[in-house]
């Protein structure tokens, strides 16, 4: 069957496509830095926080350890900060936990929808369109940012990975939304800013696949999973879509 114009149902992922959450990274890292190493002895929060950015990059580019911190972020956070401090001579696991739910406390407050995410959620409900989220990470972390936002309104269904026991781009997440919503393949898109989960498995299952290119980075060369359309924001989502 060929793909739908116009989709019955839109699994649509949160983080990164409806909820900013990378923004205050930089800020919350500094600050918690500044405000608990600042009057360590031979420790130059400076210095802590440019050894953090260093590991945090290099500890999230290993496929293994992002599927450990979906599990436990802070605990993930407080690994980065250990590494960082003990390339500065220090072995303060106290002060890294310490640093690292600072950290998390400061990042979870800076988070915010992306402009105009809700209101394309609103739109498309409207049009009698079924959407179901699906998010990959652990199940409180991921339900506090759904209710602070008030998005369980606008979906039938929900997914969340710590929950459901596995996440994308596990085909059982797919197959799970489409059954929750009534829908086949050929009428449901999804949607999202992560290439191996809202394209390649999407596509693979045969859904049209709409990527978030939010840094218009474009598709790495020979990429063999081309998505239905492209986007640089959700509220360019409806625009997708007939005139209602």
């Given at each position: 069957?060929?793909?739908?114009?116009?989709?019955?149902?839109?699994?649509?992922?949160?983080?990164?496509?409806?909820?900013?959450?990378?923004?205050?990274?930089?800020?919350?890292?500094?600050?918690?830095?500044?405000?608990?190493?600042?009057?360590?002895?031979?420790?130059?929060?400076?210095?802590?926080?440019?050894?953090?950015?260093?590991?945090?990059?290099s500890?999230?580019s290993?496929?293994?350890?992002?599927?450990?911190?979906?599990?436990?972020?802070?605990a993930?956070?407080?690994?980065?900060?250990?590494?960082?401090?003990?390339?500065?001579?220090?072995?303060?696991?106290?002060?890294?936990?310490?640093?690292?739910?600072?950290?998390?406390?400061?990042?979870?407050?800076?988070?915010?929808?992306?402009?105009?995410?809700?209101?394309?959620?609103?739109?498309?409900?409207?049009?009698?369109?079924?959407?179901?989220?699906?998010?990959?990470?652990?199940?409180p972390?991921?339900?506090?940012?759904?209710?602070?936002?008030?998005?369980?309104?606008?979906?039938?269904?929900?997914?969340?990975?710590?929950e459901?026991?596995v996440?994308?781009?596990?085909?059982?997440?797919?197959?799970?939304?489409?059954?929750?919503?009534?829908?086949?393949?050929?009428?449901?898109?999804?949607?999202?800013?992560?290439?191996?989960?809202?394209?390649?498995?999407?596509?693979?299952?045969g859904?049209?696949?709409?990527?978030?290119?939010?840094?218009?980075?474009?598709?790495?060369?020979?990429?063999?999973?081309?998505?239905?359309?492209?986007?640089?924001?959700?509220?360019?989502?409806?625009?997708?879509?007939?005139?209602?």
């Amino acid at each position: 069957m060929s793909e739908a114009a116009s989709p019955r149902a839109i699994l649509v992922d949160l983080d990164e496509t409806i909820v900013d959450i990378t923004s205050g990274i930089r800020d919350s890292w500094r600050s918690a830095c500044v405000d608990l190493a600042g009057g360590v002895a031979g420790l130059d929060a400076d210095h802590l926080f440019d050894a953090v950015l260093r590991f945090d990059a290099s500890f999230w580019s290993d496929p293994s350890f992002d599927r450990e911190a979906r599990r436990d972020q802070r605990a993930a956070a407080a690994r980065i900060v250990q590494a960082a401090l003990s390339s500065l001579g220090h072995d303060r696991p106290d002060l890294a936990r310490a640093i690292a739910h600072a950290y998390r406390d400061r990042r979870e407050r800076a988070m915010r929808p992306f402009p105009g995410a809700i209101d394309a959620l609103a739109d498309l409900r409207a049009r009698g369109i079924r959407l179901a989220l699906l998010t990959n990470g652990a199940g409180p972390s991921q339900r506090a940012k759904i209710e602070r936002f008030h998005l369980t309104r606008y979906f039938r269904y929900i997914l969340i990975e710590g929950e459901f026991g596995v996440g994308k781009p596990d085909e059982r997440v797919y197959h799970a939304a489409m059954r929750a919503l009534g829908a086949q393949p050929s009428e449901t898109w999804m949607v999202g800013d992560n290439l191996e989960w809202e394209v390649v498995a999407p596509r693979r299952l045969g859904l049209g696949a709409v990527w978030v290119d939010r840094r218009g980075a474009g598709l790495p060369p020979d990429f063999p999973f081309a998505p239905t359309h492209v986007i640089a924001a959700l509220h360019q989502l409806p625009g997708l879509l007939p005139p209602s």
